[in-house]
């Protein structure tokens, strides 16, 4: 085939830093649109973001040219400085190590955009460590609890 075509579709989670609630109203839609110019900037179209105090979701097509391990390195690291750039209560700000990367299909798109803009209500109910515990068993990914956070 002399065309190289894919349509990655990713759901991302990761979290802030011990999961301290840092990502406040005051700069949470500021935050969002930073990140959707910086998919934009590196071919990976957003499709939504959502995000609590402690913790972000972002479903977007990855790029045939970016690795998965590059874009969320480049989300964090620009997004961190960012976030520090916007005053003496965000100076500490710091992204978890680690993260959650899903695939979804096309046909579940609208139900992963539903979840992600549900976000609010949700965690009224579930946890965070709840929410990935969850996401890591129905996709069958192994993990060792004790490095699941930080």
């Known amino acids: 085939m002399p065309q190289s075509l894919s349509q990655l579709i990713v759901h991302l989670v990761f979290s802030t830093k011990n999961r301290a609630p840092l990502i406040s ?19 990976c ?13 972002i479903l977007f097509v990855l790029s045939k040219n970016m690795p998965l391990s ?29 993260y959650g ?7 579940s798109v609208e139900v992963v955009r539903r979840y992600i803009a549900n976000q609010k209500p949700h965690h009224r109910k579930t946890s965070f460590q709840d929410e990935l515990r969850k996401f890591l068993e129905k996709h069958e990914l192994e993990y060792d609890e004790r490095y699941l956070w930080d």
């Open 101 to 107: 990367a899903f695939s979804t299909s096309k046909s």
């Open 45 to 57: 179209p957003s499709i939504m973001i959502g995000s609590v105090e402690d913790h972000i979701h």
């Open 70 to 98: 590059k874009i969320v390195g480049e989300l964090k690291a620009v997004s961190s400085k960012w976030i520090k750039s916007k005053g003496p209560s965000f100076h500490a700000f710091q992204w978890q190590n680690g």
């Open 25 to 43: 109203e005051a700069i949470r839609e500021e935050l969002h649109a930073y990140l959707i110019g910086v998919l934009r900037e590196r071919d």
